[in-house]
């Protein structure tokens, strides 16, 4: 189906289906971007890379670039804390859309995982009857479940027996499930294991430390050991120093983020693409 059809036969789809509000839509912004408007504001897509040690990108970060309709900036963080909890699912459930579609639009054939922020209520919700047109786009446009990682930042405070359902149940549909946010409010490892994530990242906080004190790299050292244990991987984000890169790396951290390894870009930045703009050439 051409692009300009497919966007208005899932404008059709999204006028009639749960989270259906007026005037909220896609449109093609450019030969390979789409944008979303969403009561009020435009949405558009940005990409932070994630790097295997040795080099090979395996995954993209996507994040939500906010707008007015007169171009003002808006912080997303601000526009989810100001939502109630059904508009930031609906809000998340758009979100996550117009990433597939973008990701999908500039992939170009190749290999790699799309990672997507959602909210603990957004994530106890997914995968149900309302999800069934992002299952329908992920078949449309080439992709599986298993392609896609659903990051969730796990504060502690949520019910575990529900998220661990909740995570269960996604990663048995296919999904990859990521604990984001790692450390910054807890490291209880009872508790990690009852969720049975996929992947666990570790929060800046963890690696902000270890950068610069030894008693901090022994901890994250010693975090990283038992996180592997449980059989998860690890993913080290907000690297921007290579003291972090290497602190990272001799803590046996499996993937690397961060502004040192390449910033959120409107593309899917590929390793060639990424070393010539000064970064990804750091992960030996």
Known sequence: MP????????NLWLRSGPDA?????????GPREVHAHFRGR??????QPQIRRGGEVVC?????????RDGAGVSPQALFEQAGDDEAIALDRMAFKLHLLNFARQRSGQEGQLALNLGPQTLLAFG?????LFRALLGDSGLSPRQVVLEVADHGFEDCASLAAAIARCRGQGYRVAIDNFGRFSCDMER???LAPDIVKLDRCLIGHAGHLGFARRVLVELC??????????????IESRQQLQAAMASGVDIFQGHLIGRPAQQCLSLGQLA????CGLVA
């Open 128 to 132: 149900g009857e309302q999800d069934r």
């Open 192 to 194: 990690l294991e009852t």
């Open 60 to 68: 993209h970060e996507a994040f939500l670039q906010v707008l007015t």
């Open 225 to 238: 050991a038992e996180v592997r244990r449980l059989g998860m991987q690890l993913v080290s984000q907000s």
């Open 276 to 279: 010539a703009r000064g970064g």
């Open 42 to 47: 435009v949405f558009r897509s940005l990409f």
């Open 3 to 10: 692009p300009h059809d497919f966007i208005q036969h899932l």
């Open 21 to 29: 509000h007026g005037g909220d839509r896609f449109e093609l912004a």
